[in-house]
């Protein structure tokens, strides 16, 4: 028996709000699995849905954002975790771009009970967790996998660059 579940790393391409921070990380709740480790937007997918309108669905369900994200082409990524003899999860990871940062209007404390804007090097710095342990202020191992792939990094490294395909202004 699994479960599918999708989400996605968003990147601001103008950075008016912080400026030099360009990645939204949600902190998981206390009551998830590895509680208070920092994470992309995303959740279960419900029947039927596909991984990118799962990914969009959550950021909006969790964040209480509701303007336009972009889904990067060629910046999915599944991957499955075992949980587990009989547990199988399956993620399914995405870059979004919006235009703009913005404060999370809303976020339920339960999933999600901080949110963050930060950048490449300081998600680099977040304390690593494995699955069987994830430090409190720490990058989730489900994060970490993702951004270890050398298509992802290079993706990232250019939206997120100085004078890249994103405005500081």
């Excluded at 937007?41 to 669905?57: F, I, Q, S």
């Excluded at 509701?66 to 060629?74: A, C, F, I, N």
Aim: proline letters at 8%; a neutral charge; glycine letters at 14%.
């Amino acid at each position: 028996m699994g479960r599918n579940n999708a989400g996605v790393l968003v990147v601001a391409r103008r950075t008016q709000l912080y400026p030099g921070k360009p990645l939204l990380l949600g902190l998981r709740g206390r009551h998830l699995r590895a509680p208070h480790t920092w994470c992309c937007w995303g959740g279960g997918m419900n029947p039927g849905e596909v991984p990118a309108e799962a990914a969009a669905r959550e950021l909006r369900e969790e964040s209480g954002f509701r303007g336009p994200l972009t889904l990067v082409p060629g910046s999915e990524w599944e991957h499955r975790v075992r949980a587990g003899p009989f547990r199988l999860y399956t993620f399914h990871n995405h870059l979004g771009t919006v235009e703009e940062q913005f404060d999370p209007p809303h976020l339920d404390g339960y999933e999600v009970e901080d949110a963050r804007w930060m950048s490449l090097g300081e998600v680099d710095a977040l304390p690593r967790s494995c699955l069987f342990h994830a430090p409190e202020g720490g990058l989730h191992f489900g994060l970490q996998a993702y951004l270890a792939r050398k298509n992802i990094r290079l993706l990232l490294e250019q939206l997120t660059a100085p004078g890249g395909e994103r405005s500081g202004s």
